[in-house]
């Protein structure tokens, strides 16, 4: 009785980890993201399972007060592909891979490696419209 009890509360526990994240979620990682762009993408490079992007600033909508990022500078965001998931799946929506040419609106942060990469700070809402004005309906 007690591992299937066990069974069913990881499974439940497992569902409950894949929910779908309301709007409001990613709203707040936009607001706390350091680096707020809008890109144009000059080269996009699969690496394994990562995406290495090479974009080109084309507007500077928010950066840490030290940045010095400005339009025409050239940036590296890196990140993992998106796996692919079976129809149906409900769950946090998947970074996008961004494409050659396109311009997106990016929230970014300084990779933690240290080397001037960037990488996305606000999950499947890293590039893409803005969510910044959305909040937790409960506060």
């Known amino acids: 009785m007690k591992l299937l009890l066990g069974s069913l509360a990881a499974l ?6 894949r929910a779908e ?6 709203g707040q990682e936009q607001r706390q993201a350091p680096y707020a762009l809008e890109l144009l993408v000059r080269n996009v490079r699969r690496e394994a399972d990562r995406l290495r992007v090479q974009a080109q600033v084309v507007q500077v909508k928010r950066q840490p ?3 010095r990022l400005q339009r025409g500078d050239q940036i590296t965001v ?5 796996p692919q998931l ?12 961004l494409r050659l040419g396109e311009q997106r609106p990016a929230w970014l942060s300084l990779d933690p490696s240290g080397r ?3 990488q996305p700070a606000a999950g499947g809402r890293s590039f893409g419209p803005s969510l910044e004005a959305v909040h937790d309906p409960g506060s």
């Open 12 to 17: 439940a526990l497992g569902t409950a980890a």
């Open 21 to 26: 994240l309301p709007p409001w979620v990613y």
């Open 65 to 67: 007060q030290k940045a």
């Open 78 to 82: 890196a990140y993992p592909v998106a």
């Open 86 to 97: 079976p129809a149906g799946w409900v769950g946090p929506a998947p970074i996008p891979t």
């Open 116 to 118: 001037g990469v960037f």
